[in-house]
């Protein structure tokens, strides 16, 4: 009898056992599939594209845009019988705006790519004058000195011994090798060939921010703001249609003339006459491949980017100081043409009144808009900044 006891109590512990092995594998699949669940999704948000990996872990914006070098002028993007952009990275660099790109060349057809590189425009803080160029040569040997490394263009022997000072000269010959471009108010600083690592975003951007500092100050050249010339306007037409709507809990009204449709909000101001309008926006909607550009800002990617007018300086000054950052990095801004004047904010572009995604759209930049003007640029006045 005893030995049926123990038999039933030796059963019972090996199906004890084997019940507790089973629910530890049972446990060890659900952590597996929990692991594999969570990477995927990891995954899923991670940028798939080396550029786009590169900007999440160096502080930079991966934008899709594909038209930018048709407003950068002069080298490199002045090669073959056009440009094309393959990623742009929106940043900082050196705590200055910038953007990097990666970039191709074509003969005939946009497809045909004959060359590629990868280039950072750094926005200078003045203007260097006149340009100044180094081209590493693609035969120099890895040890050569800077004169057998590099070729330098300029017209100002002064303006080369300031920027290319010995340690500038270690700097350029000391790792990879890249060209660099001071021009206006940007420095550009690139490589040729197919964009194949972080390497090559790296080196330009890690190379961009040595040399910046190197520069001393008083190779820029600050200019003074143009006298201010009175414009006369036309008064505007009468619209087709007007109707209120809500911009984010402040009344607005839409209205439509002549098959454009426009978004405005009325404000406490007296402003004079400001228009922000896209390069881009101009070459979608009416096929401009040339353009007027007003005098530069002190924000280089704006520039690039936008056409940003007004007859009074101060008042310009004033309100890129408020949107420059922001003016870039929102895609809304590209589809509309914004403007300030007298006590309103509009936004506006080509369409119908009954089209309530455009009427959200230009709402929301206006909103934008309003919500970054700085207090002293909602009171600013003609020739003063505020009025009390």
Request: glycine fraction near 8%; include cysteine.
């Amino acid at each position: 009898m005893i030995g049926i006891v123990g038999e039933y109590r030796r059963l019972d512990e090996e199906r004890r056992v084997r019940m507790e092995m089973m629910a530890g594998v049972g446990g060890g699949l659900v952590l597996v599939l929990a692991a594999a669940v969570f990477v995927r999704r990891r995954l899923r948000r991670r940028p798939r594209t080396l550029a786009g990996r590169w900007a999440v872990h160096n502080g930079y914006v991966y934008r899709r845009d594909r038209r930018v070098h048709l407003f950068v002028q002069g080298p490199p993007f002045d090669r073959g019988d056009g440009v094309v952009e393959r990623a742009l990275l929106v940043g900082s660099c050196a705590g200055r705006p910038s953007l990097i790109t990666h970039f191709g060349w074509y003969r005939g057809q946009p497809g045909r790519i004959i060359g590629s590189g990868v280039a950072l425009v750094l926005e200078l803080p003045g203007e260097v004058a006149p340009p100044l160029q180094v081209d590493a040569c693609a035969d120099a040997a890895d040890d050569a000195e800077f004169d057998e490394a590099y070729r330098v263009w300029c017209e100002s022997p002064e303006l080369v011994r300031a920027v290319l000072t010995p340690r500038a000269r270690r700097v350029l010959t000391g790792g990879e090798r890249v060209n660099v471009r001071l021009d206006g108010t940007a420095m550009v600083v690139w490589v040729d060939g197919e964009l194949r690592s972080a390497r090559q975003l790296a080196t330009v951007h890690d190379l961009g921010t040595e040399l910046y500092r190197l520069i001393p100050e008083s190779v820029w050249v600050v200019r003074e703001p143009p006298e201010e010339v009175p414009v006369q306007r036309a008064p505007d037409p009468e619209p087709d249609g007007v109707r209120a709507v809500d911009v984010h809990g402040r009344p607005g009204e839409a209205s439509q003339c002549d098959g454009e449709v426009s978004v405005s909000v009325t404000m406490p101001a007296a402003w004079p006459r400001l228009t922000v309008v896209a390069y881009e926006w101009m070459a979608d909607q009416y096929h401009a491949v040339t353009f007027d550009r007003p005098d530069p800002s002190a924000y280089r990617l704006v520039d690039i980017m936008f056409a940003v007018r007004s007859a009074d300086d101060n008042f310009r000054r004033a309100v890129l100081a408020d949107l420059a950052e922001w003016l870039p990095l929102d895609e809304r801004n590209r589809r509309c043409g914004m403007v300030l004047e007298a006590d309103r904010v509009t936004a506006h572009a080509p369409g119908e009144l009954a089209n309530d995604t455009l009427v959200t759209l230009l709402a929301d930049v206006v909103h934008e808009i309003v919500t970054r003007l700085s207090e002293d640029t909602v009171r600013y006045r003609p020739d003063k900044l505020a009025a009390y």
